[in-house]
């Protein structure tokens, strides 16, 4: 079974090309291309550029990049779980620590959790309480003998009658000096 490094090799030779002349076209680094080429996928950023150079060269080379990319996908999945198992049958001290599950932690609540979330629900309860107090209005007190104000009724008309006379004309200004022209009335 071919590599994918090993596909785009031979697919670039057997088209005269050097990798000179396809780093120029593709704007890809003679590295990375050689990286491609050579199968070392570790040198390249991360998996995500790996993917798009190899789209990017597939399709310079007019193969399949969607197949180069699922191949490449492939090859990741068996690698990443090839090394999971060596790190499970390896000592656990020299297990990378990407690898390392991390330690279950239990959902039962300490005596030291409980105490806090009542001293938070109470210091809560205790905030919105001084707020409500805050907001309502104080009573008004009343001095001795006096009683509170009846709300008034109305038995006649509501609306205060209106003069029916014009309001006078606002008083003009003189001209400004240096003026000698007159405003056009309207």
Known sequence: MRTVGSQLRHT???????????????KLSRSAIAALEEDRFEDLPAAVYARGFLRIYAEFLELDSALLVGDY????????????????????????????QA??????????????????AAIALAFVWSVQRKARPAPVALRPGLHAPLPASAT???????????????????????????????
């Open 103 to 120: 330690p279950q932690r239990s959902l039962a609540m300490t005596p030291a959790t409980v105490l806090l979330l009542c001293a938070t």
């Open 12 to 26: 670039r030779q057997a088209k005269g090309l050097t990798v000179d002349a396809v780093a120029r076209v593709t």
């Open 73 to 100: 996908d492939a090859a990741l999945a068996r690698k990443q779980a090839l090394e999971a198992q060596m790190a499970l049958d390896a000592d656990p001290a020299q297990t990378p620590a990407y690898l390392r």
């Open 156 to 186: 006649g008309p509501l609306v205060a009658p209106v003069a029916s006379r014009p309001a006078k004309p606002a008083p003009s200004l003189p001209p400004l000096p240096g003026r000698d022209a007159e405003l056009p009335r309207r």
